[in-house]
């Protein structure tokens, strides 16, 4: 089983508003992360959990905040975004610090987010 | 860091042979994999390599050349479902980067009947 699952799978938010996504898996992976993916361009990575601690931050603007509640969720809070952060959110998750094939990561459905 | 470049489109024939090709400048390596991207879904892991040669999965080959810094993915007898995008991603394991898989620009391969 290499699912990881996201909710919501459509999300519409003003710019004043407040919102979260959520990323799960119950593969016992250890590292999870969020990217951002624009329409015809290669996912961004944003954030990466290893162990439940964050380990990566892109240089991404506090309106996005990540939480790792345990080693199976992980969300992403959303607060006065702008109309340039509409893109797909994917998760993904991963082994976390494996070389080789175990390390590869499996990516959620992603939530299509829409800023007004 | 990381420069990846990858093929922005490439068109072919169902049931013909198509190689997309990757080439990569990095200060540290540690594995490319490779994804297919079907629009408006998510990235599926199709194939890793970390030792020079090819690996072979089906009809998805996987080659790679690391004093070259260079890639190609395989698609054999192609069909009309394999018409997607596909990325090309390369891990750094370097000391500050953790598990950090950064992506090329991704091919769109159209499969005509």
């Known amino acids: 089983d290499t699912e990881v699952t996201q909710t919501p799978k459509h999300l519409v938010m003003g710019m004043t508003n407040k919102k979260s996504l959520k990323c799960e898996q119950h593969?016992?992976?250890?590292?999870m992360y969020w990217y951002k993916q624009k329409a015809k361009k290669p996912p961004e990575l944003m954030f990466v959990y290893s162990y439940e601690k964050l380990s990566i931050n892109e240089s991404v603007p506090s309106r996005f905040s990540p939480e790792c509640p345990n080693s199976s969720l992980l969300n992403l809070h959303l607060h006065a975004l702008q109309p340039e952060d509409s893109a797909l959110y994917l998760c993904?998750?991963?082994?976390?610090?494996?070389?080789?094939?175990?390390?590869?990561?499996?990516f959620g459905p992603g939530t299509r987010l829409t800023v007004l | 860091g990381q420069n990846i470049d990858q093929p922005t489109e490439m068109t072919a024939t169902e049931g013909a042979i198509v190689q997309i090709n990757c080439t990569y400048q990095?200060?540290?390596?540690?594995?490319l994999f490779w994804y297919q991207q079907h629009a408006g879904e998510a990235p599926t892991f199709l194939s890793y390599n970390v030792l020079d040669g090819l690996e072979e999965k089906g009809r998805f080959s996987s080659f790679l050349s690391r004093s070259k810094g260079y890639s190609y993915l395989l698609l054999k007898e192609l069909q009309m479902k394999d018409s997607a995008s596909y990325l090309c991603?390369?891990?750094?394991?370097?000391?500050?980067?953790?598990?950090?898989?950064?992506f090329g620009t991704g091919t769109r391969l159209a499969v005509r009947p």
């Open positions: 990095t200060s540290g390596f540690n594995g």
């Open positions: 993904a998750s991963s082994q976390g610090g494996a070389s080789g094939a175990r390390g590869t990561q499996y």
């Open positions: 991603a390369v891990r750094d394991m370097g000391k500050s980067s953790g598990d950090k898989l950064t």
């Open positions: 593969m016992g992976h250890r590292a």
